[in-house]
């Protein structure tokens, strides 16, 4: 399974950014696709999921101001976020949780793209 992630890059405070994540290469579709983030010094944390039947989870340091969608067909998963702050700045990682042969659940990871908030 591979997960390619698009977009990330530098913006300034108050400004809005647009993460991509694609899964290929499993027979089954992920439960459930998501964006992590790990700033330096910190834990990685989860920024926002959402599952295959459209129920989506946030940190509450980001409602209201990140979004995360998801086209089954494509088994994509975006995050668009606006209102940026410095606080945002972080490495963030495109997460799936996909069966494997065993009907086990596996979590699956990107190669994380850097987001830098600042002026």
């Known amino acids: 399974v591979q997960l390619v992630e698009s977009g990330g890059g530098l913006v300034q405070p108050g400004g809005s950014l647009r993460l991509s994540c694609a899964a290929s290469g499993s027979f089954f579709r992920p439960d459930a696709m998501g964006w992590y983030r790990q700033a330096p010094g910190k834990q990685r944390e989860l920024v926002a999921a959402i599952t295959d039947g459209g129920k989506t989870n946030y940190a509450d340091s980001v409602k209201g101001r990140f979004t995360i969608t998801k086209e089954n067909a494509k088994d994509t998963v975006s995050l668009q976020m606006n209102s940026l702050k410095p606080e945002d700045t972080a490495v963030y990682y495109c997460?799936?949780?996909?069966?494997?042969?065993?009907?086990?659940?596996?979590?699956?990871w990107g190669q994380g793209t850097q987001v830098t908030v600042s002026s």
């Open positions: 997460n799936a949780v996909i069966r494997d042969g065993y009907l086990r659940r596996i979590d699956y």
